[in-house]
């Protein structure tokens, strides 16, 4: 296997590692924009770069308690530290 081929395949992991951190951002950027939330109105970036930073510290974090990748009680986790955020987002 090439270096490239190499290359690719951990380009595609840390894609696929961090895939649901930036679909909840996502969707949880788009509805606080739709809703007329005041943060997601003005500042579109900050909020979605927030979102995708917890979410991907979540990810982080919980591969390095269970030792696994795309573990149930991560994707748990997941939601509720993203929701949380959105839901202080919609406040703000």
Request: aromatic fraction near 10%; hydrophobic fraction near 60%; charged fraction near 10%.
């Amino acid at each position: 296997m090439s270096f490239l081929d190499t290359l690719v395949q951990v380009l595609w992991h840390i894609a696929n590692f961090v895939a649901p951190a930036c679909g909840m951002a996502c969707l949880l950027s788009l509805a606080l924009r739709l809703r007329g939330s005041r943060a997601a109105t003005h500042d579109l970036l900050r909020v979605w770069s927030t979102l995708f930073g917890l979410g991907v510290a979540v990810a982080v974090l919980g591969m390095a308690l269970t030792g696994l990748d795309g573990a149930m009680a991560t994707y748990a986790a997941l939601v509720f530290v993203t929701g949380s955020a959105s839901a202080w987002f919609a406040k703000a």
